[in-house]
């Protein structure tokens, strides 16, 4: 009697983030100071953030709203009544010994974004309706507070080797909103998907630039693994030091194999925080957890609570662009585009106001998009060049997509007059008359291109007609080039399989 082997036991990841993303005010979020990003130390600082005695901090206007543009774009729920709170903790880079934020009364709660599911390589996955398969991301909170300064450690890059340490209360004061996902992600791809998207949505609104190099926005992830059916989570590790989406997945990826095959050898996963190290592609142990910090919270009394009334918060939700999640299913739905054309385009607000506004100039979308996407994103990343600043206006790109679809150019005169139309701009109809590039659709105009063509190439010809009929695109090309690429080429096509086959 054979004994069948015990079934390999699946695990599957738990992956939630935390979110700081600077708010892109002009001054902090309780005194006057600058937040320009400059590598001068100690140049944007002033006795608030640097928690002189006696003075008061005084809540910066515009960052109340945007944290709630940003929680409803999130589809938060907007706390009518809420409060700051002091969080206490020791560090060099605190200048006060605790940090204004909020604990208990969040200004946003209990919302979500929706990401898309994509393959290795970006593209969206299809449903059975050949729709982009989506998943929902749930957002357990948003809060604001300011963020601490920024310690520079001599002698080493992180504080275990260094002989020193100098601090930068540039950073000190300045806003941020910290927000918090359930944890709803399986994979390092949804969690870099849910990273990516945030961003987009951010730099939608226009209350954060998003740069992840100057730390704009910085993600901290928590992970734990547990066999596939079980109900409660594993131990859980947090990993920080992520400055890019690709560095996210990888380190998540890396992270869920190193528990994985730590609990199959009989190791116990530890709480802690790990650091990912870019270079050797691994995380490696920061600190180990002993349980919960106690941060002795209790609510600010030098600031008052804040109550949202429903009028402005109507005000604010009504100044609310149309997002990104939206853009896409609009573009699939209405526009008929396909969902990679959809998540190109509305990647970038911009691009997606400059296509939208080529649909406006009556352009056929698909060949709107084709056009963004090919030539002008091409021109776009050798010129290092943004949208905005095209010569190239929306109606001209649809003029001259007009002037194909009517038979006036052919699509190759269209490419080849698109790199003048983008650095000078001007009108499509006026360059192509100007360089007289109007296509030749006149059949006896062609007919004799194609005769000029044939008795200049009577060995091609008695070839073609011996059975290498591939030489046609050579005699296409020959009359083309007669005609200075001015002839129709599905006229062109017809009349020399013709001329050739009769």
């Known amino acids: 009697m054979t004994t069948a082997a015990p079934a390999k036991t699946q695990y599957e990841a738990i992956i939630g983030l935390e979110t700081h993303c600077q ?120 809060h604001m507070e300011e963020d601490a300064g920024k310690l520079v450690h001599g002698g080493s890059d992180r504080l275990a080797g260094s002989t020193y340490s100098l601090v930068d209360y540039n950073r000190a004061g300045v806003p941020l909103c910290e927000i918090v996902s359930e944890p709803d992600m399986r994979t390092g791809q949804e969690a870099a998907e849910y990273a990516q998207e945030l961003r987009r949505i951010m730099l939608y609104l226009g209350v954060s630039d998003g740069n992840m190099q100057e730390g704009s926005l910085r993600c901290d992830v928590n992970v734990s693994v547990r066999p596939v059916g079980q109900e409660e989570f594993g131990v859980k590790v947090e990993i920080k030091n992520m400055n890019s989406f690709s560095a996210i997945q990888k380190a998540i990826d890396h992270e869920i194999e190193r528990q994985i095959a730590a609990i199959k050898n009989g190791e116990k996963i530890v709480q802690e925080t790990r650091l990912w190290e870019e270079g050797s592609q691994r995380t490696i142990s920061m600190r180990v957890k002993e349980g919960s910090s106690d941060y002795r919270y209790f609510p600010e009394p030098d600031l008052g609570p804040i109550e949202v009334s429903s009028e402005q918060l109507e005000e604010w939700r009504s100044q609310l662009p149309e997002l990104p999640y939206q853009k896409r299913h609009r573009y699939e739905e209405e526009l008929g585009l396909s969902a990679y054309d959809a998540r190109v385009l509305t990647d970038d607000r911009a691009i997606a106001e400059y296509f939208e506004a080529t649909i406006v100039a009556k352009a056929n979308p698909k060949l709107a998009a084709n056009w963004i996407m090919g030539d002008i994103s091409a021109y776009l990343n050798n010129s290092r060049k943004s949208i905005t600043d095209l010569a190239l206006k929306p109606e001209t790109l649809a003029e001259l997509i007009g002037l194909i679809e009517d038979g006036t150019i052919s699509n190759k005169i269209g490419k080849d007059v698109l790199p003048e139309l983008l650095e000078t701009g001007g009108s499509a109809k006026e360059l192509i008359e100007k360089k007289g590039l109007i296509q030749i659709s006149d059949v006896g ?49 017809q009349l020399l399989a013709k001329k050739l086959n009769g």
């Open 23 to 142: 708010l892109n005010t002009e001054t902090k979020i309780f005194s006057d100071s600058s937040t320009q990003f400059t590598s001068d130390p100690n140049v944007h600082i002033d006795p608030v953030c640097m928690g002189m005695p006696g003075v008061l901090p005084v809540l910066n206007q515009k960052v109340l709203e945007y944290a709630v543009k940003a929680g409803l774009a999130l589809n938060c729920q907007i706390a009518p009544y809420s409060k700051f709170d002091r969080k206490q903790y020791f560090y060099p880079d605190l200048p006060k010994n605790y940090q204004i934020s909020q604990y208990d009364l969040p200004i946003a709660e209990h919302g979500w974004l929706e990401i898309e599911i994509t393959d290795d390589k970006g593209k969206p996955l299809l449903d059975e309706n050949g729709k982009a398969r989506t998943k929902r991301i749930g957002i357990t909170r948003l």
């Open 445 to 493: 105009e062609i007919e004799a291109a194609i005769d000029a063509v044939l008795a200049a190439n009577p060995n091609e010809l008695e070839q073609y007609r011996g059975g290498k009929t591939k030489l046609l695109g050579f005699f296409v090309g020959k009359v083309m080039k007669e005609t200075g690429g001015r002839a129709d080429p599905k006229l062109t096509n």
